[in-house]
Structures are given as structure tokens and as C-alpha cells.
């Protein structure tokens, strides 16, 4: 454990030296911002309406964008100038590395995650909301969105491990969240897509209710959890038995 904590504060001290940590702040105030000048619709809940239209523009979007970035960039060194052989060469073993990676990637995610709340928070203020705020609805979903991103952060995170390139794993990102907006619409495939999983567990429920949004949320857990695991110890497996 030690040892891992060790692992885990040397690649938060590398995060520390880039500018990789202000894109958390990205989708949240692009969000808020679309929450702040989209007209108010009458007779709808104020506070589910405005975190249903930032919901949707953040975890439809840019949300998977954002895993895919926080996965290449924390493998990036390492690919550069025969970083892998100089950190393996360390008592550290390769499991241990590749957990703190992915734990520096969801992290990431959660602040994200946290900024968002903040940001609707704070443009309901603004609006001039009184009505009392729905924590439950707030928390279950930002919540669930922070949980959903974890297969597509453990498949990234196969991917960028794999792959020497920086670009190439950020491409295939964009390919694959690009369909978003059609998959959702299929109860059948959506809730087994990894860039749409986000958006499903984060939009309030009664807010949608066509296509994958009628998956029940224990199924959509279920389904979650199980690419997770399967993502994870792929790639795991795969840089164990990488020769570096």
C-alpha cells in the first residue's frame, strides 16, 4: 500500500507541472453557460430543467471527451523517449502503476463531476431559483454519471497503454462519442455503448423517456459494472505482459 501511495503522489506531481488539470473546468462552464441563457420553459421544475439542459450538453459530449484526454495524457510521458523502461526499472510493479494511473484518471473525472454541480448551483443563483434544491436528484445523478465514466476511462486507458500515440486514442474518442445523440435513441444497444452510459445515468429520470432512457437503472448498473471489469482487467492483463 505504501508503495502504491508512492506510485500514486509521483503521477500527481507530474499532473501538477502540465495544464492538464483545467480542462475539469471546460464542460462545466460551457454547461452552465447553456443553462444561463436558455429560456426558462414555464410550468417545469427550475432546478431538473436547468440541470437536465447542462446534463445534457456535459455528458453527451464532453464529458467522454474528456476521459479519453485524461487517459492519453497520463501515459503520455511514459510513451516518450523510453519513459516505460525508466520507470519499471524502479521498485514499483507494473499493477501498482497502472492503478494509480487510472485512479489520477477518475479523480479527474469526480472533480469534473463535483464542478458541474457547483456551476448549476451557482447559475440558479444567479437565475433567481427559489425553489428548494432536489439534492437527491443532484447527487444520485452526478453521482451515476462519475460511475458510468469508468468503463470508457478503463477502455481508454487499454487503449492509450497500447498505443504509443497521443492522437490516435483521442481520435478514436471523438469517433465513437460523435453517435451519441443516435444510440440513445435504441433501448436494445444503448446502455451497452460506453460513451453513451454517461449521459443515461446522468439525465433525471422522467426527464427522458424514449429509447435508452426507459432502461431501467438497475440494469444499466448492472451492465456498467460488468464492462468495467472486463475493460479493466483487459487492459491490466495486457500491460502486465507487455514488453516494454
Known amino acids: 500500500m505504501r508503495t502504491f501511495l508512492n506510485v500514486l503522489r509521483s503521477e500527481w506531481l507530474k499532473m501538477r507541472k502540465t495544464n492538464i488539470w483545467l480542462l475539469v473546468f471546460v464542460s462545466p462552464v460551457l454547461a452552465g ?6 429560456p426558462m420553459i414555464a410550468g417545469l421544475p427550475e432546478w431538473e430543467w436547468l440541470f437536465t439542459i447542462a446534463a445534457a450538453m456535459h455528458a453527451f459530449l464532453f464529458l467522454p471527451l474528456l476521459t479519453g484526454v485524461f487517459a492519453a495524457f497520463v501515459c503520455r510521458y ?20 497502472y492503478l494509480a494511473k487510472f485512479t489520477i484518471v477518475i479523480a479527474l473525472l469526480a472533480v469534473t463531476q463535483l464542478l458541474l454541480l457547483v456551476v448549476v448551483l451557482g447559475v440558479g443563483t444567479v437565475r433567481g431559483f427559489t425553489s428548494p434544491v432536489p439534492w437527491d436528484i ?11 465514466t469508468m468503463p470508457l476511462a478503463s477502455l481508454q486507458m487499454f487503449v492509450s497503454v497500447a498505443w504509443s500515440s497521443f492522437a490516435a486514442p ?7 462519442t460523435i453517435p451519441n445523440l443516435l444510440i440513445v435513441n435504441s433501448s436494445d444497444y444503448g446502455p451497452y455503448y460506453p460513451w453513451a452510459q454517461p449521459i443515461l445515468s446522468m439525465m433525471p429520470k422522467g426527464e427522458a423517456d424514449f429509447g435508452a432512457f426507459n432502461v431501467p437503472l438497475e440494469t444499466l ?8 471489469l472486463v ?4 487492459g491490466l492483463t495486457y500491460f ?3 514488453e516494454i
Open 33 to 38: 453557460l447553456a443553462g444561463f441563457v436558455q
Open 78 to 97: 511514459e510513451h516518450a523517449g523510453g519513459g516505460w523502461k525508466q520507470v519499471l526499472a524502479l521498485p514499483v510493479s507494473r499493477t501498482e502503476l
Open 138 to 148: 443532484f447527487l444520485r445523478s452526478v453521482l451515476g454519471g462519475w460511475v458510468a
Open 170 to 176: 483521442l481520435a478514436i474518442n471523438v469517433i465513437f
Open 221 to 228: 448498473l448492472f451492465v456498467i459494472l460488468g464492462s468495467f
Open 231 to 234: 475493460f479493466f482487467a483487459g
Open 240 to 242: 502486465r505482459r507487455k
